[in-house]
DNA sequence: CTTAGTATAGTAATAGTTATCAATAAGCTT
DNA sequence: AAGCTTATTGATAACTATTACTATACTAAG
């Protein structure tokens, strides 16, 4: 994997992000500092980027995929009105239980929690 | 919500399934019987359905959705290679842990596994 | 410097899903 | 059962997110 200036710049504007943007989230931001890079630059990259475990892909609930600085498994808080994606602080265990069936390979798992995030959740009570 | 061949029709293929098929996969099957019914159609109660809780709508990994013909809660196994989902024996008890901040509304969770499943992972090992 | 291999911008193509709309069918109400 | 109202349908267009293609530009090594 070469590094090029668009891939630098994507993973630096990726990484000063706490949330987890879409890659035409991504594309604007870098655009403002790059405003030549095309947007099939910036998945090329997303995707090198995740496939070399340095970021990580959700593809979690919601139209598009997101994309995570921290690619650590931690589980995520998806708000169903503004479809933001929040880390959830992970100090707590989470004691998965066994697969019975042994001859499936797993790999891993995906916790998701989905509902209203606190900005939705006060915008909601007004109504 | 009325109801017509179409929809009963939809309902009663999914539920005939002990997998979950893509909406592309349901309309093929309803296609049989119902030659003329039209792709949007199936789209239509699919969502419908799930938003009556009758059906579920599954927004997990990979590209296309899903749908799973029982409501209730319980775990998903994705595969990575043929990308099937099944569904999880739930007899074994989760605990999941709750979410310390109290000011967002937590609706549900939703719970994957992913790897290879059984046949997957056996055609893997002849190579 | 040449060359071979990558990466890029720009654009076209694709996949999955949703929206539009005139025609049809359901389900009251009498 | 006939008429009325409104939801639903099939057909198709539109849309969104993502991937593929291509000619050009860059990089590192010999």
């Given amino acids: 994997m070469r590094n090029t200036e668009q891939k630098s710049l994507i993973l630096e504007v990726l990484q000063t992000h706490k949330d987890h943007p879409t890659a035409d989230q991504v594309y604007n931001e870098v655009r403002e500092k790059l405003p030549k890079i095309s947007l099939g630059t910036v998945y090329r990259n997303l995707e ?21 600085p921290n690619p650590m498994g931690h589980s995520h808080f998806r708000c169903l ?11 707590f265990k989470i004691d998965l239980p066994e697969i019975p069936d042994g001859n499936r390979v797993v790999l891993g798992t995906t916790l998701e929690y989905y509902g209203y995030c606190e900005e939705c959740a ?5 109504h």
Same sequence: chains 1, 2.
């Avoid at 009105?81 to 100090?91: A, G, M, R």
């Avoid at 006060?122 to 007004?126: E, K, S, Y």
């Fill in 81 to 91: 009105s503004c479809s933001s994606v929040e880390d959830l602080p992970h100090d």
């Fill in 122 to 126: 006060a915008t909601r009570q007004l």
């Fill in 48 to 68: 090198k980027l995740s496939s070399a475990g340095i970021i990580m892909k959700l593809e979690i609930g919601g139209g598009q995929k997101r994309f995570d």
